[in-house]
């Protein structure tokens, strides 16, 4: 059976994909190598995804060439042979233990590995060339564990390196790998021990390459088979291209390295790279491919060559950004790029160009995409948009979503290439009768897939494969880095699952019909960029949670005919994803026909009014009364809406009417723990709406309206001041003891003021 290592949290893992196929079982296949040649069952060469695809495109009579040594061949055989039946290991990393066999390997495949470093790898370099995940797994868990808990020196020592890294080169490598390790998070590797079993595991399976004829490079080579200082370079480099800027003249030569430097960082990388490869046109178009403007970095030669700039933006139409500006001003040469299908240069134009109508226009007649990088005036300029349609009715697909929905931008361009439809909102295609055959989208769709496979084959012939090691964990782990093959279709379709409970609900649904309510509106907004649709689902019988919740004592099963089948919903979701049509949303449901007719019944704009439950008389005599009544007092009542806010009554609505609470009212202290049951008298009231209360113990409380409960109104109503009696004279004492406070103030500072006076003159 056949796998794939994923990575899950930053660790490695290999799992089964698929199993063998049934056409190449009790066939054999014969593997040629330069010593001689290898019989082997088809089944057991089907592990290899590499041979794998050979064998289903070649047939298992044809021989396949292999450039390894033949021992090397009969060693991967085995273990192909072996697996046959046999599961591969599954690896556990980070590796935890100090034997492989700790870590998740069987006996046979830890028996399988222990071989000489040499050996160990030419099979790593092997694995990765016949892509057999499991194996190449194995083999760098087997090298981590070679290079694990060893110093740098003894690393370099045991693996036979030069000693050739100066020490000032060698702290200055120190000093950015560290920096680079903390601002990404990772672990401090102050001794650089892990850098060092990455670099001579790197170091090594390079050296198997060139042993075995599988080079990556197609010029001198530029890494001394020995060397410390440029391993460690390298392997610092492969961690993070950054480092590159930092390294010396010879390490920035490294075609290989630089290469890899730019698939990592996305192009930014070539600014750092030696002038040599700077002028390599393959090493810049690398750069280009992933970032446009990088060709500004490519030497001078390459980037004043026309015939190179436009090898440049058949990668990449951002490339004439980075071109001189006599180029990006030449309209021949521009003109020239998009008779060549390469109208996308238009977005390194100069501004002037992009903002002048003929010009753009004479573009977009060669190319269509020379429209897209038009200046913002042109872009919303209707009538241009109808010139340029008109000119090539393919500039529809660039244009604004507005645009591409108006009738007279899309007939003109239906009309210039009935093949632009297919760019047109969905309700233009209805309306001017595009939808008929084409009704499928299988035509179109077939023929996107297949310009896109092309593309994605073309791309990834060109990209070679790297392996590299990378960091698991406290362990060091090769790692293999490959080119995306993989083909990404354009969205054109999108179908969002909402529920007729939006129509018809109950009130328990109301956060169901919050949620479909938004995904019935997306619709309108996605459209024209994607045909979108929202279908709405009813009642399904026998899936989904409601089944999973209830089963059989689900309720609905008393209906069946109301209950959508498991077949008829595959119907439903085949016509939701390949029809293209008008409707925004739609309604998937059955009903019996009371219900249909409530359903599909046009209200909008009628209101059915109900019937009065009273007599018309009654009615008459109300309607009479509120006609007779000229003012009506809105006012709130006296005292209603009395509270800590509003102590006048003053709140919205009047409030709910309350006790009035007014200085020298009787009140109950309440919802206190200690002092529950006492009684007081209310003294003063404090902005932040708490009440000054003395108490009948004579002590006095700041206390809250919830802290008390009214036993008697003050007797001259909210606004009177308090009467005299009680609440006066307990005025009259407070007034009495805060004079008294004052007394004693006075006296105080006196006799400050004597000591002082004293102490100067003793001084004096």
């Not at 001198?220 to 410390?228: K, R």
């Not at 990088?373 to 209707?382: C, I, R, W």
């Amino acid at each position: 059976m056949s796998g794939e290592n994923y990575e899950v949290w930053g660790s490695f893992k290999w799992g089964p994909s698929s199993e063998c196929p049934e056409e190449l079982a009790g066939k054999t296949v014969t593997l040629k190598c330069e010593e001689g040649d290898v019989q082997l069952p088809a089944v057991a060469a089907a592990l290899s995804n590499r041979l794998r695809a050979q064998l289903m495109a070649q047939g298992c009579d044809t021989p396949l060439d292999l450039p390894m040594s033949k021992m090397t061949l009969l060693k991967v055989s085995e273990y192909m042979k072996h697996h046959e039946e046999a599961p591969c290991s599954e690896i556990r990393t980070p590796l935890m233990g100090d034997s492989l066999q700790d870590c998740g390997a069987t006996r046979w495949d830890s028996s399988f590995v222990n071989v000489d470093k040499e050996s160990l790898f030419e099979l790593t370099v092997a694995a990765s060339y016949l892509d057999i995940p499991s194996l190449w797994l194995l083999l760098s868990a087997k090298a981590a564990l070679l290079t694990s808990n060893k110093s740098a020196e003894k690393l370099r020592k045991e693996f036979g390196m030069a000693g050739d890294f100066p020490a000032a080169e060698e702290g200055e490598l120190r000093k950015e790998y560290a920096a680079l390790r903390r601002q990404t998070g990772q672990l401090p590797d102050p001794d650089l021990s892990q850098l060092a079993a990455s670099s001579v595991v790197r170091s090594c399976v390079r050296q198997a390459e060139q042993k075995m004829k599988k080079q990556l490079t197609n010029g001198p080579e530029a890494l001394a088979p020995n060397s410390w200082r440029q391993a460690m370079w390298r392997a610092a480099i492969l961690d993070d291209w950054r480092l590159l800027a930092k390294a010396p003249e010879q390490i920035k030569g490294d075609r290989d390295l630089v290469k890899s430097a730019i698939l990592t960082s996305q192009g930014a990388a070539l600014p750092h790279a030696s002038a040599e490869l700077r002028a390599d046109e393959e090493v810049v178009l690398d750069a280009v491919r992933y970032f446009g403007k990088a060709f500004a970095d490519a030497a001078p030669e390459l980037r004043n060559s026309k015939d190179f700039l436009l090898k440049a933006l058949s990668v990449h139409g951002g490339a004439l950004a980075g071109a001189p500006d006599a180029l990006r001003n030449d309209k021949n040469f521009l003109l020239d790029a998009a008779k060549a299908g390469k109208g996308a240069a238009m977005q390194g134009a100069s501004v002037a160009l992009r903002e002048d109508r003929n010009f753009v226009l004479e573009m977009a007649v060669h190319d269509a995409e020379a429209y897209h990088y038009a200046s913002e005036d042109l872009l919303n300029d209707k009538d241009f948009a109808v010139a340029v349609a008109k000119r090539n009715g393919k500039a529809l697909k660039f244009m604004l979503p507005i645009f591409r929905a108006d009738p007279e931008v899309v007939r003109a361009a239906v009309s210039r290439d009935p093949q632009a439809a297919q760019f047109a909102h969905a309700s233009r295609r209805a309306e001017l009768g595009m939808i008929q055959e084409s009704i499928y989208g299988e035509v179109q769709l077939k023929e996107e897939l297949e310009k896109q496979l092309k593309a994605a084959q073309e791309e990834a012939a060109s990209v070679t494969t790297v392996a590299i090691p990378m960091a698991g964990g406290p362990r060091q782990l090769p790692a293999q880095v490959k080119a995306p093959t993989q083909t990404y279709m354009k969205l054109t379709k999108m179908v969002h699952f909402t529920a007729s409970s939006t129509m018809s609900a109950n009130m328990g649904q109301a956060n169901y019909v919050a949620s479909n309510g938004y995904l019935d509106k997306i619709p309108q907004f996605e459209r024209p960029e994607l045909d979108t649709v929202a279908l709405m689902w009813g009642a399904v019988g026998g899936i989904g949670m409601r089944w999973k919740a209830f089963a059989s004592e689900d309720f609905l099963n008393d209906v069946p005919d109301a209950l959508l089948t498991i077949a008829e919903c595959g119907k439903v979701l085949c016509v939701a994803c390949c029809t293209w049509s008008g409707p925004e949303w739609y309604c998937a449901q059955k009903y019996d026909q009371e219900t249909r007719k409530l359903v599909v019944a046009q209200t909008a704009g009628k209101i059915q009014l109900e019937e009065p439950s009273y007599s018309a008389e009654v009615a008459d005599a109300d309607r009479q009364a509120l006609e007779n009544l000229t003012v009506v007092d809105r006012r709130p009542l006296p005292q209603n809406g009395v509270s800590s806010k509003a102590p006048n009554g003053t709140a919205p609505l009047g409030n709910w009417p309350t006790l009035c609470l007014a200085e020298g009212a009787h009140v109950r202290l309440v919802n206190l723990r200690a002092k529950n049951g006492m009684e007081g008298i209310l003294v003063h009231r404090c902005e932040d709406g708490r009440w000054k209360v003395r108490l009948d113990d004579g002590t006095t409380a700041l206390l809250r309206p919830n802290n008390f409960e009214l036993l008697e109104k003050p007797l001259a109503g909210a606004n009177a001041p308090a009467p005299a009696g009680e609440g006066h004279a307990f005025a009259e004492a407070a007034a009495e003891r805060q004079y008294k406070i004052e007394e004693k103030r006075a006296k105080l500072k006196e006799k400050i003021a004597a000591k002082r006076q004293a102490i100067f003159s003793a001084a004096a």
